[in-house]
Structure formats: structure tokens, C-alpha cells
């Protein structure tokens, strides 16, 4: 057994992060202003789109997006069930209704072949999450929904490409990313939308800050005018300067994070292949580069007559953290009512209570990794 305990995920924060916070604080201006700018300016040529808006989570930001496309009442938006309840709330805080469709059983994306039959006059959008930081098969979703407007819920997807376009890069009006600590770079709290729709970037910028025409930096600064106006609906969700400035360092170690997280992910494909009791994911033929978010699998709890909780208890007693991602959305009790049904998501409903996420961060080891496929091959026997 290990002697420390493994975590799930652990942000990597290194003095260059601390430093430029300091500078931030003493610099007289600590809200959103130059370094996020400059951030937004760094995150979009990364991703290859045209425009960036930093928010203060990926959550703000998918609400926001969703505003910006005039998302509303009586409106309907097409999403998985198998994704953090914030993507579906961030339908519901703009009054419309999260329609879901179920996810393929080897990569827990949404399945595209099922969108069609949830469309209706009332889609506004189709929501998908790049499950895991592995791209959603963007192609078949947009053939299958032509004229509908895609917003990519990319929170797991910094570093991650389709077809050989980073996630991000259009051709989908809209993509949102996170940067929570769990996430693969951080800025402790925060997310940005990228867009190539100068509109609606402008919107996005707009809406951020309650609606107003001006940002506190170009009014406060002495370029700026202090007068502005309230020009459309809006929430509060900027990310300010202290919080751009960890995310500007973060964004120089993103290659050799990716690599560390790129490493560990094939030691559990590798390793963990064949193990009784596991379903590994699979990986789709068109040409992508995973994101590496989260490592997944899913256990066949009857073959290993055990339950989920009692295998991560196992583990957690072997100094091993996991995670769970997820519980799928309708199993919670917040959305008894939205008439969701087993029966229509049966492999959302089957992953919901089996699937377990194992420890993936840099700065983890092969050692730690090996200790992970150890534990779990002594546990399924
Ligand atoms: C798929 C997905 N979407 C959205 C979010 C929300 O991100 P944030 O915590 O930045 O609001 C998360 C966060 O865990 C997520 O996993």
C-alpha cells in the first residue's frame, strides 16, 4: 500500500503563478483590465479563434453564450445527460428546457445519431460536452442539426483537437472552457468563451458585466469615461486581473502538462486492458488528440459483485482517491419533474452508478500510476 495518499486531480500552481499574482496586487488595478486581456489575447490564438472572453466560470460562460444566441423562454437546447449539472443549469437559468440525449456507451459523448429525434421547431442550440477532454464528433452532430447553432460545452477540453482543428476553433458559433482547479490549467476559478463572431463576442464582453456598455477598465482608467448604460441583460461573471495572470503562466506549461497527463493515460490503457470487471473507453477513427481531462472506466459492478462506492472505499483504503463523473444528470433529485426517463438514456443510466474516475494530474508519476492498476487489479481479482 501507498504511504501517501494518491489524489484524484491536483492543480500544479509553481512560483512564476505566485509572482505574477503578486505583481497584479500591487499593481493598483486587480479587477478585469489589462492582464485579462491579455489572457483572452493568449487563450484565442492558442485555440485559433478570433475572439476570447474571460469569465469567472465555465458555468457564467455557458449561461452567457446561450444569452448571447437569444436562448429563452419556451426555447429548447439539446445536451447530455452524462456532464456536470452545469451545463443543464445553464439552460435553465435562461429559462429554457435542457432536452437530453443520450451518450454512446464507448466514449460517454453524446450520441449523434439519437439528436434527431429530440429536435423540434423550439431547438435553439445543441450543447455537447467533450466528455473527458475526447472531441465530440462535431462533423455528425452539425450534419444531423444543420442551421443550429452548436455551443461546446469544452470545459474538459483545453489541449484537445478534432479533425485537426483545436477544440475552439470554430466552426461552431460558440465554445467554453474552465479553468477550475480540477481543470487542465487553472486560474483557481474561471472559464473563457471563444467565439469567431465578432457580434457575439462583443455580446458575450457585454453580457459578462451585467449587461453595460463599458467594462470598469474603460471607464476608471484614464483613457476611459466614467458614464455608461445598461444596454442588454447581463450577469455578473468578469474574471479579474489576479485570476488572469495565474491563467497567462498556466497557459506556458499547458504542452508539458498535457504531456505528463498524455503519459499516465497510457500506462491505464496499457495496463488496465483485459482487467475482469472494467470497461476501458474507446477511441473514436476520426483523426483527434484527446484532451486527457479525466480517465474513466466503468465498472461492471454484478461480475465484480461490488458497488461502485465499495470499490472506490477499497481504493481510498489503499491511499488511492477517485472521482465520479457522473452521476448522470437525471439521476439527481433537483431534476425529478424534467420528465427524464431511464428508458430513453439507458447508457447514460447504466454509466451513472458505474463509472469511476482514476487519478490523472501532472506531476503524478509512473510509479503513482502503476499503484493505481495494482490497486484495481487487486480489487476486480
Ligand atoms: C462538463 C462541464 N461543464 C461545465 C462545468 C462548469 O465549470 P466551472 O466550474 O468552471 O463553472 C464543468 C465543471 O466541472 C464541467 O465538468
Not at 106 to 127: C, H, Q, Y
Not at 202 to 228: E, I, L, T
Amino acid at each position: 500500500m501507498r504511504d501517501d495518499f494518491l489524489p484524484f486531480s491536483k492543480p500544479f500552481i509553481g512560483e512564476e503563478e505566485v509572482q505574477a499574482v503578486r505583481e497584479v496586487l500591487l499593481s493598483g488595478w486587480i479587477t478585469t483590465g489589462p492582464v485579462t486581456a491579455k489572457f483572452e489575447e493568449a487563450f484565442s490564438k492558442l485555440v485559433g479563434a478570433r475572439f476570447a472572453a474571460a469569465v469567472s466560470s465555465a458555468t457564467a460562460g455557458l449561461q452567457i453564450a446561450l444569452m448571447a444566441l437569444g436562448v429563452g423562454p419556451g426555447d429548447e437546447v439539446i445536451t447530455t445527460p452524462m456532464t456536470f449539472a452545469a451545463t443543464v443549469n445553464a439552460i435553465i437559468y435562461n429559462g429554457a428546457r435542457p432536452v437530453l440525449v443520450d451518450v454512446e456507451m464507448g466514449t460517454m459523448n453524446i450520441d449523434p445519431k439519437r439528436i434527431r429525434e429530440k429536435l423540434s421547431p423550439r431547438t435553439k442550440a445543441v450543447m455537447p460536452v467533450h466528455f473527458a477532454g475526447l472531441p465530440a464528433d462535431m462533423d455528425a452532430i452539425k450534419e444531423v442539426a444543420p442551421g443550429i447553432p452548436i455551443v461546446e460545452d469544452a470545459a474538459h477540453a483545453i489541449g484537445a483537437s478534432y479533425k485537426g482543428s483545436p477544440i475552439g476553433y470554430g466552426p461552431s458559433p460558440l465554445a467554453v472552457f474552465s479553468f477550475h482547479p480540477a481543470k487542465n490549467i487553472t486560474t483557481a476559478e474561471g472559464g473563457m468563451i471563444v467565439t469567431d463572431d465578432p457580434e457575439l463576442a462583443d455580446s458575450c464582453k457585454v453580457m459578462r458585466q451585467h449587461g453595460m456598455s463599458k467594462g470598469a477598465w474603460n471607464r476608471f482608467a484614464k483613457s476611459g469615461r466614467p458614464d455608461y448604460e445598461i444596454v442588454s441583460p447581463g450577469i455578473k461573471a468578469n474574471l479579474t486581473d489576479l485570476q488572469s495572470a495565474i491563467g497567462l503562466e498556466q497557459l506556458k506549461r499547458l504542452e508539458g502538462f498535457q504531456s505528463e497527463r498524455h503519459r499516465i493515460a497510457g500506462i491505464y490503457d496499457r495496463e488496465l486492458k483485459g482487467v475482469r470487471g472494467i470497461m476501458l473507453p474507446e477511441y473514436p477513427q476520426y483523426p483527434h488528440v484527446h484532451g486527457r481531462h479525466i480517465y474513466w472506466v466503468i465498472l461492471k459492478t454484478e461480475e465484480l459483485g461490488i458497488t461502485r462506492e465499495e470499490f472506490m472505499g477499497r481504493l481510498k483504503e489503499m491511499n488511492i482517491g477517485t472521482g465520479v463523473h457522473y452521476k448522470a444528470v437525471h439521476h439527481h433529485k433537483r431534476y425529478e419533474g424534467f420528465g427524464w426517463s431511464d428508458l430513453d438514456l439507458p447508457n447514460a443510466s447504466y454509466a451513472s452508478s458505474r463509472i469511476v474516475s482514476l487519478p490523472l494530474f501532472p506531476g503524478m508519476t509512473d510509479h503513482d500510476a502503476m499503484d493505481v492498476v495494482n490497486a484495481v487489479k487487486e480489487i476486480c481479482g
